[in-house]
Protein backbone atom coordinates (compact mmCIF):
# COMPACT_ATOMS: atom_id res chain seq x y z
CA UNK A 1 0.00 0.00 0.00
CA UNK A 2 1.28 3.53 -1.21
CA UNK A 3 1.58 5.89 1.69
CA UNK A 4 -1.27 8.03 -0.42
CA UNK A 5 -3.33 5.18 0.10
CA UNK A 6 -2.70 4.58 4.03
CA UNK A 7 -3.74 8.18 4.65
CA UNK A 8 -6.29 8.88 6.08
CA UNK A 9 -8.73 10.72 3.81
CA UNK A 10 -9.60 14.56 5.27
CA UNK A 11 -13.16 15.38 6.03
CA UNK A 12 -14.56 17.03 3.04
CA UNK A 13 -14.56 20.78 4.07
CA UNK A 14 -17.81 22.28 5.86
CA UNK A 15 -19.41 23.85 2.80
CA UNK A 16 -19.03 20.50 0.89
CA UNK A 17 -20.58 18.76 3.74
CA UNK A 18 -23.63 21.75 3.91
CA UNK A 19 -24.48 21.47 0.50
CA UNK A 20 -25.16 18.00 0.56
CA UNK A 21 -27.10 17.69 3.91
CA UNK A 22 -29.06 20.43 1.78
CA UNK A 23 -29.17 18.67 -1.22
CA UNK A 24 -30.16 15.24 0.60
CA UNK A 25 -33.24 17.29 2.59
CA UNK A 26 -34.30 18.81 -0.43
CA UNK A 27 -34.20 15.21 -2.52
CA UNK A 28 -36.29 13.51 0.76
CA UNK A 29 -39.06 16.10 0.67
CA UNK A 30 -39.39 16.03 -3.02
CA UNK A 31 -40.27 12.25 -2.16
CA UNK A 32 -42.34 12.58 0.88
CA UNK A 33 -44.46 15.50 -0.64
CA UNK A 34 -44.78 14.23 -3.89
CA UNK A 35 -45.91 10.86 -2.40
CA UNK A 36 -48.17 11.93 0.59
CA UNK A 37 -49.12 16.15 0.17
CA UNK A 38 -47.32 18.86 1.94
CA UNK A 39 -50.05 17.96 5.26
CA UNK A 40 -48.89 14.35 6.06
CA UNK A 41 -45.14 15.19 5.99
CA UNK A 42 -43.52 16.39 8.94
CA UNK A 43 -40.34 18.24 9.05
CA UNK A 44 -38.75 15.55 11.53
CA UNK A 45 -39.95 12.70 9.08
CA UNK A 46 -37.65 14.73 6.37
CA UNK A 47 -35.31 14.78 8.84
CA UNK A 48 -34.74 11.55 9.75
CA UNK A 49 -34.93 10.58 6.06
CA UNK A 50 -32.00 12.22 5.16
CA UNK A 51 -29.86 11.56 8.14
CA UNK A 52 -30.36 15.00 9.39
CA UNK A 53 -31.27 17.10 12.11
CA UNK A 54 -35.20 18.99 12.48
CA UNK A 55 -33.13 22.12 13.30
CA UNK A 56 -31.59 21.69 9.85
CA UNK A 57 -34.54 22.19 7.97
CA UNK A 58 -34.93 25.67 9.44
CA UNK A 59 -31.12 26.28 9.23
CA UNK A 60 -31.06 25.92 4.74
CA UNK A 61 -34.51 26.43 4.15
CA UNK A 62 -35.89 28.58 6.81
CA UNK A 63 -39.45 26.57 7.25
CA UNK A 64 -41.48 23.44 5.91
CA UNK A 65 -42.88 25.98 3.68
CA UNK A 66 -40.45 26.96 2.73
CA UNK A 67 -38.87 23.80 1.93
CA UNK A 68 -42.23 22.83 0.64
CA UNK A 69 -42.07 25.33 -2.35
CA UNK A 70 -38.36 24.43 -3.54
CA UNK A 71 -39.36 20.49 -3.49
CA UNK A 72 -42.51 21.25 -5.47
CA UNK A 73 -40.70 23.61 -8.11
CA UNK A 74 -38.14 20.47 -8.09
CA UNK A 75 -40.81 18.06 -8.97
CA UNK A 76 -42.48 20.33 -11.19
CA UNK A 77 -39.16 20.54 -13.50
CA UNK A 78 -37.94 16.91 -13.31
CA UNK A 79 -42.21 16.33 -14.60
CA UNK A 80 -41.95 18.52 -17.06
CA UNK A 81 -38.74 17.25 -18.42
CA UNK A 82 -41.48 13.74 -18.90
CA UNK A 83 -42.71 15.84 -21.86
CA UNK A 84 -40.49 15.35 -24.22
CA UNK A 85 -39.84 12.23 -24.98
CA UNK A 86 -43.60 12.19 -25.61
CA UNK A 87 -43.42 14.72 -27.99
CA UNK A 88 -40.27 13.45 -29.81
CA UNK A 89 -42.29 10.14 -30.71
CA UNK A 90 -45.28 12.55 -32.57
CA UNK A 91 -44.91 12.32 -36.40
CA UNK A 92 -47.91 15.65 -36.79
CA UNK A 93 -48.25 18.77 -35.35
CA UNK A 94 -52.10 17.67 -34.27
CA UNK A 95 -50.93 14.50 -32.48
CA UNK A 96 -47.33 16.66 -31.01
CA UNK A 97 -50.36 18.92 -29.76
CA UNK A 98 -52.73 16.17 -28.07
CA UNK A 99 -49.66 14.32 -26.59
CA UNK A 100 -48.35 16.71 -25.00
CA UNK A 101 -51.74 18.70 -23.22
CA UNK A 102 -52.81 15.07 -22.26
CA UNK A 103 -49.86 13.87 -20.67
CA UNK A 104 -48.97 17.81 -18.86
CA UNK A 105 -52.58 17.43 -17.62
CA UNK A 106 -51.65 14.19 -15.77
CA UNK A 107 -48.44 15.53 -14.20
CA UNK A 108 -48.61 14.42 -10.55
CA UNK A 109 -46.45 17.82 -9.58
CA UNK A 110 -49.23 20.18 -11.58
CA UNK A 111 -50.88 20.38 -8.36
CA UNK A 112 -48.08 19.96 -6.11
CA UNK A 113 -46.82 23.29 -7.68
CA UNK A 114 -50.10 24.79 -7.90
CA UNK A 115 -50.28 24.08 -3.60
CA UNK A 116 -47.02 25.86 -3.63
CA UNK A 117 -47.67 28.69 -5.73
CA UNK A 118 -50.40 29.65 -2.82
CA UNK A 119 -48.04 29.49 -0.42
CA UNK A 120 -46.18 32.02 -1.53
CA UNK A 121 -49.22 34.74 -2.13
CA UNK A 122 -49.28 34.32 1.95
CA UNK A 123 -45.73 34.38 2.36
CA UNK A 124 -43.93 37.25 0.02
CA UNK A 125 -40.45 35.94 1.10
CA UNK A 126 -40.80 32.78 -0.43
CA UNK A 127 -42.06 34.72 -4.57
CA UNK A 128 -38.29 34.68 -5.82
CA UNK A 129 -38.43 31.26 -5.68
CA UNK A 130 -41.48 30.35 -7.43
CA UNK A 131 -40.82 33.11 -10.12
CA UNK A 132 -37.11 31.59 -10.43
CA UNK A 133 -38.85 27.97 -10.72
CA UNK A 134 -41.31 29.26 -13.11
CA UNK A 135 -38.81 31.17 -15.44
CA UNK A 136 -36.97 27.91 -15.58
CA UNK A 137 -39.74 26.30 -16.45
CA UNK A 138 -40.43 28.19 -19.21
CA UNK A 139 -36.99 28.71 -20.92
CA UNK A 140 -36.52 24.75 -20.34
CA UNK A 141 -39.85 24.63 -22.39
CA UNK A 142 -38.76 26.98 -25.17
CA UNK A 143 -35.48 25.39 -25.62
CA UNK A 144 -37.44 22.12 -26.68
CA UNK A 145 -39.82 23.65 -28.29
CA UNK A 146 -37.41 25.59 -30.84
CA UNK A 147 -35.32 22.19 -30.80
CA UNK A 148 -39.01 20.26 -32.18
CA UNK A 149 -39.89 23.41 -34.46
CA UNK A 150 -36.24 22.68 -35.76
CA UNK A 151 -36.25 18.89 -36.28
CA UNK A 152 -39.82 18.69 -38.22
CA UNK A 153 -39.63 21.98 -39.96
CA UNK A 154 -42.80 22.96 -37.64
CA UNK A 155 -43.82 26.73 -37.12
CA UNK A 156 -45.78 28.50 -34.36
CA UNK A 157 -47.75 31.92 -34.80
CA UNK A 158 -46.09 33.27 -32.08
CA UNK A 159 -42.87 34.05 -30.52
CA UNK A 160 -41.53 30.41 -28.72
CA UNK A 161 -40.79 32.28 -25.35
CA UNK A 162 -45.05 33.41 -25.53
CA UNK A 163 -46.20 29.77 -26.81
CA UNK A 164 -44.42 27.86 -23.90
CA UNK A 165 -45.71 30.70 -21.23
CA UNK A 166 -49.17 30.47 -22.57
CA UNK A 167 -48.81 26.54 -22.45
CA UNK A 168 -47.89 26.02 -19.20
CA UNK A 169 -50.18 29.13 -17.73
CA UNK A 170 -52.90 26.73 -19.32
CA UNK A 171 -51.63 23.69 -18.07
CA UNK A 172 -51.83 25.48 -14.50
CA UNK A 173 -55.14 27.24 -14.76
CA UNK A 174 -56.72 24.55 -15.60
CA UNK A 175 -55.55 22.06 -12.79
CA UNK A 176 -56.65 24.95 -9.98
CA UNK A 177 -59.78 24.92 -11.60
CA UNK A 178 -60.13 21.53 -10.86
CA UNK A 179 -58.53 20.95 -8.22
CA UNK A 180 -60.10 23.71 -6.66
CA UNK A 181 -63.94 22.17 -6.42
CA UNK A 182 -65.14 22.80 -10.18
CA UNK A 183 -67.66 20.17 -11.61
CA UNK A 184 -65.57 20.10 -14.43
CA UNK A 185 -62.40 18.42 -14.92
CA UNK A 186 -59.10 19.89 -16.07
CA UNK A 187 -59.12 17.92 -19.20
CA UNK A 188 -62.45 19.40 -20.18
CA UNK A 189 -60.27 22.69 -21.35
CA UNK A 190 -58.86 22.18 -24.95
CA UNK A 191 -55.25 22.63 -24.02
CA UNK A 192 -53.95 21.49 -26.93
CA UNK A 193 -55.64 24.20 -28.82
CA UNK A 194 -53.69 26.38 -27.05
CA UNK A 195 -50.69 25.68 -28.70
CA UNK A 196 -50.45 27.01 -32.28
CA UNK A 197 -47.73 24.81 -33.50
CA UNK A 198 -48.23 23.50 -37.51
CA UNK A 199 -46.84 22.54 -40.70
CA UNK A 200 -44.78 24.97 -42.57
CA UNK A 201 -47.56 26.63 -45.10
CA UNK A 202 -50.63 24.67 -43.40
CA UNK A 203 -53.52 27.26 -41.68
CA UNK A 204 -53.34 26.56 -38.08
CA UNK A 205 -56.04 24.02 -37.20
CA UNK A 206 -56.36 23.79 -33.77
CA UNK A 207 -59.35 21.29 -33.99
CA UNK A 208 -57.50 19.38 -36.33
CA UNK A 209 -56.84 16.07 -34.60
CA UNK A 210 -60.14 15.63 -34.03
CA UNK A 211 -61.11 15.09 -37.69
Known amino acids: MSTAESQPRSP ?30 SVAGIATAAGAHPN ?3 YYFGSKDALFVHAAFLLLLRDAERLEPVGR ?6 AFRTALARTALALPAV ?27 FHQ ?20 DVETRTFWSAVLGARLI ?25 AY ?3 GDRH
Open 178 to 202: SESGFGGRSSDIDLAGVLTIRRRGA
Open 141 to 160: AQRYLTAILELHDWVIDRPA
Open 89 to 94: RQRTPE
Open 56 to 58: QVT
Open 205 to 207: DPG
Open 12 to 41: APPRDRGRRTRALLLEQAAALFGEHGFDSV
Open 111 to 137: PIAIRAMSITRQRPELRPVAEQNLTLL
